[in-house]
């Protein structure tokens, strides 16, 4: 077996046929999927050729090729045993962009790429072992007419649909329409800078996209590898690859292995059960030892690392930042860190704060927060100082629905930030936060965050567990330095104070249709703001919720503990839309207590 890590000009640069099992299913990458994201990944990389910026190679993951022995006549043959959705699709890539550059009259370009694309070996007798790739028999056809085909408007007129469809109905046809519209977006012919663009394009595809090709021998299995690799156990995590890669390195530089390993990455193992747990949602859910290793190389590289590259990168930093034993300590070191962001001391304001980072769904925070405790842990009030601000700076824009996008390079910036400057940390943080004036930077002022305060219909457009959050930081405020201190331990559920079905208990005082309607429209907008909204317990949420004010508030007197409740026996003897908008802005002097803005 010969493993090399190889890149696609040198997988297809040579005279080589690489043909699919015809056991192995069809092809069946999508464009949401698979095409959108390895596009995403190969223009980032060509963007940064064009810009003149380091550039790093993309990872494509392995292939695994069998060595089949065919007679005189034939061309030099593999078999793929895994790995043919991916030969496959960067082949639909190469000969979109050959396409696009016959079109363009690129001459030069379309050589160079249609050596990648076709062999020319003089002594083979069979006319399909022209093409690299060759797919299992039900998609041979399409292949080769995607191959043969000389621009998108023939494979068209081929399949008989309209002129300008975008999508074919065939996963390899509609492979190729996708990436040849992606590639001439992308090159922008009519732009001062499109010869750049073509040649950073091409340097991009040819020399910057890797594979790890796993090459079989006689001696080798090729069944056994390939259900190793696809059926077996649990499959591989990147961090598993980074843990395997570490340690060869400790051995190579001579380690005990054993201490280092019990110091270093036994607790991983130990408590697979955390660390391996998945945590995000849907499609994005990924272990957390992954997560946290992608949170943790952002922090040391002060650049965004995408999860599916999280090797490579991983492996690209270690080499340049000295011993493995080194980068394990500092692995350890911040996943004790990490780790303790979900178990801090409770009533804390870290275990306050990462609660509420958690419900806020900012994932870019935590390589932030990694490198602040990394280096200020034994200042905690610098980190909960740093908190306030951030807490502020991020629930102030939730609710005044103000854009996440951005957030990635905001706290890339505030990571330099930790590097630079003069003054404590907080004080560069707190200064950089204040500067922000772009929609996705900007710290909502208290007008604009009243506004959306008294406005924004929160129950309706934030989910229920921000709007809890919002509602127990109130009860916290609310309560005095008499008031005892009580935990709340079970999930509160949140309650429209005037119910959403107010039909029947609390009528509108006026008459006539078009004034009805009014107030009916405003009524219904008005009732899902935070004026109108309280928390109580699962029991006693159902047996008041639709009922009239004068009983809802006096089973609140009787029954109901939180200081946010107890205060609504003070309001006026009915409960209206003018009553609502009064306790809405009584709850935001308390909301700017928590958040405050800072002063200039």
């Not at 190579?252 to 059960?273: C, M, R």
């Not at 957030?407 to 940390?425: A, H, I, R, V």
């Not at 959403?500 to 009805?516: I, T």
């Amino acid at each position: 077996m010969d493993a090399r890590t190889l890149s696609i000009k040198t997988i297809f640069g040579q005279d080589r046929w690489h043909i699919v099992p015809l056991f192995q299913r069809p092809y069946v990458w999508k464009q949401d999927e698979q095409w959108e994201p390895l596009w995403d990944d190969i223009r980032k990389v060509a963007d940064r050729v064009v810009s003149g910026q380091d550039v790093r190679a993309h990872f494509l993951g392995a292939i695994v090729l069998e060595h089949l022995y065919r007679p005189m006549g034939h061309i030099d043959t593999r078999q793929i045993i895994d790995g043919q959705q991916r030969l496959t699709t960067i082949q639909i890539i190469l000969e979109a962009f050959c396409d696009c550059c016959r079109t363009l009259k690129a001459d030069r370009h379309y050589k160079s790429l249609l050596k990648l694309t076709r062999n020319e070996d003089p002594m083979s007798e069979d006319v399909d072992e022209q093409y690299k790739v060759w797919p299992t028999n039900v998609d041979r056809e399409h292949f080769k007419r995607v191959m043969d085909c000389e621009s998108p408007d023939e494979l068209r007129a081929y399949y008989n649909v309209k002129a300008d469809a975008q999508v074919i109905g065939r996963p390899i046809a509609d492979g190729y329409l996708y990436f040849h519209k992606a590639i001439l977006e992308w090159l922008k012919p009519d732009q001062p800078d499109y010869d750049t663009r073509l040649d950073a394009l091409l340097f991009t595809i040819r020399d910057h996209l890797r594979m790890v090709v796993i090459d079989l021998d006689k001696e080798d299995d090729p069944q056994l590898i390939f259900e190793t690799l696809n059926a077996r156990g649990t499959p591989l995590l990147p961090s598993d690859l980074v843990k395997n890669y570490l340690f060869h390195k400790a051995i190579q530089e001579h380690q005990d292995i054993g201490s280092l390993y019990e110091v270093t990455w036994k607790p991983f193992d130990a408590n697979s059960v955390y660390w391996r747990a998945l945590v995000g949602r849907g499609y994005f859910q990924r272990a957390r030892l992954d997560v946290f290793l992608q949170h943790y190389l952002t922090a040391q590289l002060l650049d965004e690392v995408a999860l599916p590259h999280l090797y490579t990168e991983f492996c690209g930093y270690a080499e340049g930042v000295g011993s493995a034993k080194e980068t394990l300590k500092s692995v350890r070191r911040h996943a004790d860190i990490y780790q303790g962001f979900d178990s801090a001391v409770p009533g804390s304001r870290a275990q306050q704060f990462f609660q509420r980072l958690a419900l806020l769904d900012i994932g870019t925070a935590y390589p932030f927060m990694l490198a602040l405790y990394g280096r200020y842990a034994s200042d905690m009030k610098q980190i909960e100082a740093v908190m306030n601000d951030l807490e502020s700076f991020l629930v102030r824009r939730m609710v005044c629905q103000l854009t996440a996008r951005g957030y990635n390079t905001l706290f890339l910036s505030l990571m330099k930030t930790l590097n630079e400057g003069n003054g404590t940390p907080y004080q560069r943080i707190h200064d950089l936060l204040r500067s922000g004036d772009a929609e996705s930077t900007r710290w909502p002022d208290n007008d604009e965050f009243g506004q959306a305060w008294l406005k924004v219909p929160a129950y309706r457009l934030f989910t229920r567990g921000r709007v809890r959050m919002l509602l127990e930081a109130l009860e916290r405020q609310y309560r005095t330095d008499l008031s005892e201190n009580i935990e709340i331990k079970e999930t509160l559920t949140i309650e429209h104070i005037m119910p959403q079905s107010w039909e029947a208990y609390w009528p509108l005082s006026v008459s006539g249709d078009e004034d009805r309607a009014a107030a009916k429209l405003r009524r219904n907008e008005i009732l899902h703001t935070m004026g109108n909204l309280t928390l109580l317990t699962k029991g006693l949420n159902p047996t008041v919720s639709n009922s009239a004010w004068a009983t809802k508030l006096d089973a609140l007197k009787k029954h109901s503990a939180l200081a946010l409740n107890r205060n609504l026996s003070q309001s006026m003897a009915q409960w209206d839309e003018s009553t609502i908008e009064q306790r809405g802005k009584e709850l935001f002097a308390f909301a700017c207590k928590i958040w405050p803005y800072p002063a200039k």
